[in-house]
């Protein structure tokens, strides 16, 4: 077992690396009430198109479907997973993102039974033709709900302003019509390839011995030989935008809007942690909530107190956005370009730079209390090569110079705009 101090933030990793190919991590975290485990895979809504390994032939798969494997993993032959968890005390869950699927835990007691749970049914799927069809009744419901979530909707319909042909564009639950065409064959499929352990993750962090996790990981995991890497294929993405504006309008009161830049630089490893932490810092420059645009948007009454930006780097696709609600969607949106263009003309000052680094330095700092927001971090970036305990060495290293050669490349392209329009205005 390989073991890690990270003396700056006070923190110890230990990693182990078991037969199978998957790669077991450890965080204790002393005196901690809470213990929080996920065991996840790299597989999420946008590997539609892949090679497995062994074979030569492109295997097609319907949008939706890691969203639906997910959900049919919790039924079990003798029983609903969440049962089991409840009967001990805990709490599960999961989720799919457009790259992983992260089953999880947190407990207070009986860690060990929590964890073989885990470990066990994700590796087991018990699929049947009868319950891929009630699951698309089920699925097809949250599709239609999600239809009409002002929220989800300006976030898709800028997706779809950014790109042309990536996946990321289409919902990670998928469509009515993709799902319908899912079938128990295509779900074992999926699981036997992206589901191996080769291609997964466990991470467990809380008051815990590492040598407990690595005792039920040897006995729980199924000893298979680490197959090959999966060829994961995507069409080619144009550098430029899909749309300048898409517009739509849903039973709101007041309207919302969200403006993106697409980033093209798939970076990954230390690189990827490197650009999020700075495309972050421009923001927050820009317009986070000390900044003089932000409160003369918010002094103007174009924008409010649910006004918000966000950095997404995934390696193979990246973007920015922000937004909120605006009683002026298009005045809101024409006054941060502008100002976008003039920090492109003027740069960034060293007084803002020095600032707001020791300020996202010190909330990530803050993170490292929650076991579960460890989590939540730790896992995305694992699976892309980096660490995030990195952070630490970053906000040491990063200078303002590098922060500038990221904003002078990402925001030269014109952000594209989504709005949601209320029902009854007149555009």
């Known amino acids: 077992m390989k073991t890690t101090e990270y003396s700056r933030i006070g923190e110890k990793l230990y990693q182990y690396d078991h037969a199978s190919g998957l790669k077991v991590f450890i965080i204790p975290k002393k005196g901690y009430k809470k213990v929080y485990a996920t065991f996840a895979t790299y597989y999420g809504s946008i590997n539609n198109t892949f090679i497995i390994p062994g074979s030569n032939e492109k295997t097609h ?11 049919k993993l919790f039924e079990q032959k003798d029983g609903d997973v969440m049962e089991k968890f409840i009967k001990l005390g805990s709490e599960s869950n999961a989720y799919t993102s457009f790259t992983q699927t992260v089953y999880l835990f947190t407990c207070t007691s009986r860690f060990e039974k929590n964890l073989r749970i885990l470990l066990d049914f994700v590796q087991r799927p018990y699929i049947t033709d009868e319950s891929v069809e009630r699951e698309k009744g089920i699925i097809g419901q949250e599709i239609k709900m999600y239809e009409d979530n002002a929220n989800w909707k300006v976030f898709f319909n800028l997706l779809d302003a950014l790109y042309v042909n990536h996946p990321v564009k289409i919902d990670i639950a998928g469509t009515i019509d993709s799902i319908s065409k899912i079938t128990k064959e295509t ?40 197959p090959g890497e999966i060829e994961r294929i995507f069409n080619d993405e144009p550098v430029n935008h899909n749309k300048k504006l898409v517009e739509k309008k849903l039973a709101v009161s007041m309207p919302q ?171």
């Open 187 to 226: 779900l074992y499929v999926c699981h036997n390839t992206f589901y191996h352990p080769s291609n997964m993750v466990v991470l467990a962090v809380g008051d815990i011995k590492p040598e407990t996790v690595v005792k039920i990981v040897e006995e729980e995991i199924k000893g298979r030989e680490d």
């Open 257 to 427: 809007f969200l403006m993106g830049i697409k980033d093209n630089s798939k970076v990954t490893g230390f690189d990827l942690i490197k650009r999020k932490v700075s495309l972050e810092i421009i923001l927050s420059i820009l317009i986070g909530r000390s900044s003089l645009l932000y409160n003369q948007l918010y002094s103007a009454g174009l924008i409010n107190q649910n006004f918000g930006y966000d950095v997404s780097l995934e390696g193979d696709f990246g973007f920015t956005t922000l937004g909120g609600q605006s009683k002026d969607p298009y005045k809101a949106a024409e006054i941060i370009k502008k100002e976008i263009m003039k920090m492109q003309q003027e740069g960034i000052d060293e007084s803002s730079f020095d600032r707001i680094r020791k300020s996202h330095e010190g909330r990530f700092i803050r993170s490292l209390n929650s076991p579960e927001n460890i989590s939540y971090e730790f896992i995305p970036l694992q699976f892309k090569g980096a660490n995030y305990f990195d952070h630490s060495k970053l906000y040491e290293e990063l200078t303002i110079q590098d922060v500038r050669t990221v904003m002078k490349e990402h925001f030269s392209k014109e952000p594209s705009l989504s709005i949601i329009w209320p029902l009854n205005d007149s555009k």
């Open 61 to 71: 798969v319907p949008h939706g479907i890691a969203h639906f494997l997910e959900h």
